[in-house]
């Protein structure tokens, strides 16, 4: 049996080993393309979020969707429905229940990643290893041990790969980051990040999903098996075998956008806390969030998110000895501290209330996704690469080992 067949049924431990064994043996190296050459991409996991960025990969020039891949039927249904409304052509392209098959395929240049976290790295590896580019949602890694397994994979095959982090193309995100280089703000010792919503996410309120409709033993992967459960599957985020709860779902956003723009590695220390407001007895992951990050040089990061009130929204802060810069994923504000010589400046792109979760403008999916685009067709490196993805989960996986172990932890 081959590595690629083996990936599907393996748990964890082997998973992560069969994945740098096939790096190092270099099983496919993925294709130069052209600008000339239409980039053919599947889409792995054909969820919610997966059809977010479908509306994105239609417009971008040639770039052509030609399958599917999903374990869930009912899902392929509804992104057949959605691709009616955005682009009919595409709406009865290929769909198959196992990943494999559409790496094996040698038509397909690329894959879009939008499964389930604890698949994002073996797929990812999986891609590489078939020679193919990889565009990646976030959270890059479910364990943090499964970084060398996708440095390696990702060096033997080439392949450009790009991490759903879509702020680090969001022209306004990087203005603020050309202001911070440029000491605006004198130097940044804290930042304050928030996602903080009012909504009823916990409710189990879900359709009847018939378990012959799915391949539920693919969906665990290489989490332990267990018996099927419909709602684990549709709010796999914020069950520990599949997701991480608010820390791997939100805080990864807005702490890479920090390592980003103030060039920091992975957090040194982390001290969390957690509640349960609504979803107790529902969700595993408290649904009420706090982490204080320590990097080295004296900079701290502190991260809120809630889903029982709204204050902030979603938005990061830069605090400084001049003053703060504020973003959220529509604008941008320079804000003096009291008399101090520094000129307040804005540039707002979206219209809207304060800390939105999205915006009409900018169309940060779609300034991400051409910018993949772009990278892979010149072979360069593009803005979210795998390591900017394993910097910023490690991040949201200390602080969720802080708040599982109660207690402060620390790294080296």
Not at 54 to 82: C, I, N
Not at 135 to 151: I, M, Q
Not at 271 to 277: D, K, L, Q
Request: charged content about 20%; aromatic content about 6%; proline content about 5%.
């Amino acid at each position: 049996m081959s590595v690629l067949n083996r990936l599907a049924h393996l748990d964890r431990r082997e998973m992560l080993a069969a994945g740098t064994l096939a790096a190092a043996q270099g099983l496919s190296a993925a294709r130069p393309i052209s600008s000339a050459d239409s980039i053919r991409l599947a889409v792995l996991g054909s969820g919610g979020r997966a059809r977010h960025l479908m509306r994105s990969v239609v417009k971008v020039p040639g770039l052509e969707l030609v399958a599917l891949a999903d374990v869930r039927e009912d899902q392929v249904t509804t992104t057949r429905g959605h691709l009616r409304d955005i682009a009919p052509a595409k709406a009865e392209i290929q769909a198959v229940k196992d990943f494999r098959a559409v790496l094996d395929r040698q038509d397909i240049d690329a894959v879009l990643i939008g499964s389930p976290d604890h698949w994002h790295a073996p797929m990812t590896i999986a891609a590489c290893q078939a020679g193919k580019h990889v565009y990646v949602e976030k959270p890059l890694t479910h364990d943090p041990a499964e970084a060398k397994a996708l440095r390696d994979a990702q060096a033997a095959s080439k392949s450009i790969c790009q991490v759903g982090m879509q702020q680090r193309s969001m022209p306004h995100i990087l203005k603020a980051g050309e202001l911070i280089r440029a000491g605006a703000i004198g130097r940044v010792h804290k930042v304050h990040l928030s996602w903080n919503r009012n909504s009823a996410r916990f409710k189990k309120d879900i359709p009847a999903i018939a378990e012959n409709s799915v391949d539920w033993r693919a969906f665990v992967g290489g989490a332990p098996r267990q018996a099927y459960d419909p709602y684990k599957m549709v709010h796999w985020r914020w069950f520990w075998d599949f997701g991480g709860g608010i820390f791997t779902d939100l805080m990864v956003h807005w702490i890479d956008v920090a390592h980003a723009l103030l060039d920091l590695k992975a957090p040194v220390g982390a001290a969390s806390v957690g509640t349960f407001i609504n979803a107790e007895g529902v969700w595993e992951t408290p649904d009420s969030v706090q982490t204080l990050l320590t990097y080295p040089g004296g900079v701290t990061a502190h991260f809120e998110g809630t889903f029982s009130n709204a204050r902030h929204g979603a938005m990061i802060c830069f605090m400084g000895t001049e003053g703060s810069i504020y973003c959220d994923r529509g604008r941008m504000e320079l804000i003096p501290d009291p008399n101090k010589p520094v000129k307040p400046q804005e540039l707002v792109l979206g219209q809207g209330r304060r800390g939105a979760d999205f915006y009409d403008q900018p169309d940060g999916e779609l300034l991400h996704i051409t910018d993949w685009v772009s990278a892979v067709r010149a072979g360069t490196r593009p803005s979210a690469p795998l390591e900017a993805g394993i910097t910023a989960a490690n991040a949201a996986h200390l602080a969720n080992r802080s708040l599982r172990e109660k207690r402060i932890v620390m790294e080296g």
